[in-house]
């Protein structure tokens, strides 16, 4: 009876052992359940610091260049407008522009900064979330 008795009390005691974890705070300073130990902050988790960085940066660079090239086709379309105003004379006061012909200096007036184009004044403004430039009368 004795030796069968063991057995039974180490199969019984083994998984309480291995789940038991010692605990200062818990009656006995035993516990049965583990404080969880993750680590959150490995490059690769999920909800980690440099993961969200991560992705964050990929969908800027990718939202960015997308933006660039359709950037750099209006900016050609806006200089080709320019020229071609320029060659049928100075653009009307209040008209707006997405870039400045070549050759401007910076002037301030008042406070204000305005980019002086021949014989023409720009002042920089914002459309929605577009830098333009809004030719101006002479300050």
């Not at 004795?2 to 038991?20: E, F, G, N, R, V």
């Not at 002037?107 to 030719?135: D, H, I, P, T």
Request: hydrophobic fraction near 50%; proline fraction near 8%.
């Amino acid at each position: 009876m004795i030796k069968s008795l063991k057995p039974i009390a180490l199969a019984l005691s083994l998984p309480a052992l291995l789940l038991a974890d010692l605990a200062p705070d818990a009656p006995f300073r035993l516990a049965l359940v583990r404080n969880a130990a993750a680590v959150v902050g490995a490059p690769m988790t999920p909800v980690s610091a440099a993961g969200v960085a991560r992705r964050t940066t990929a969908r800027t660079v990718a939202a960015t260049s997308a933006a660039a090239s359709s950037s750099a086709t209006a900016q050609q379309q806006a200089t080709a407008q320019q020229q071609a105003q320029a060659a049928a004379g100075a653009p009307a006061v209040g008209s707006t522009v997405q870039a400045l012909p070549a050759g401007c200096t910076p002037l301030q007036k008042g406070g204000v900064e305005y980019q002086k184009c021949g014989s023409v004044y720009y002042r920089a403004a914002f459309q929605g979330n577009n830098l333009v430039y809004v030719v101006s009368p002479a300050p």
